[in-house]
Nanobody, 120 residues
Framework: QLQLVESGGGLVQPGESLRLSCAAS????????IGWFRQAPGKEREGVSC????????NYAHSVKGRFTISRDNAKNAVYLQMTSLKPEDTAVYYC?????????????WGQGTQVTVSS
């Protein structure tokens, strides 16, 4: 079964950090640019960050630039999102998917998501 599986979400206070992981099952991750997306209640899904197949190029949404860092370890078939200085508006379900880095557009292998809640 070809899928991506997200993990690492949770409940944190404003200003704290979390690290999300995206693991591939059934296919080789380094064939694809991989990105993170999020959807908050009542809002449309938005692109957060994408990373190219070789890890050389990254792209970030303006709202997370300087606070979030995307990385990948192709040997482990995984992509990560380090989130720092979290804000309540970062609360959402976070998904990983194959993406187009230049446009922050996801198109394939959507995971089930992991909930991130930022609240005091």
């Amino acid at each position: 079964q070809l899928q991506l599986v997200e993990s690492g979400g949770g409940l944190v206070q404003p200003g704290e950090s979390l690290r999300l992981s995206c693991a591939a099952s059934g296919f080789i991750l380094d064939y694809y640019d991989i990105g993170w997306f999020r959807q908050a209640p009542g809002k449309e899904r938005e692109g957060v960050s994408c990373i190219s197949r070789d890890g050389e190029y990254t792209n970030y949404a303006h709202s997370v630039k300087g606070r979030f860092t995307i990385s990948r370890d192709n040997a482990k078939n995984a992509v990560y999102l380090q989130m720092t200085s979290l804000k309540p508006e970062d609360t959402a379900v976070y998904y990983c998917a194959a993406c187009v880095t230049a446009t922050l557009t996801g198109y394939h292998y959507w995971g089930q998501g992991t909930q991130v809640t930022v609240s005091s």
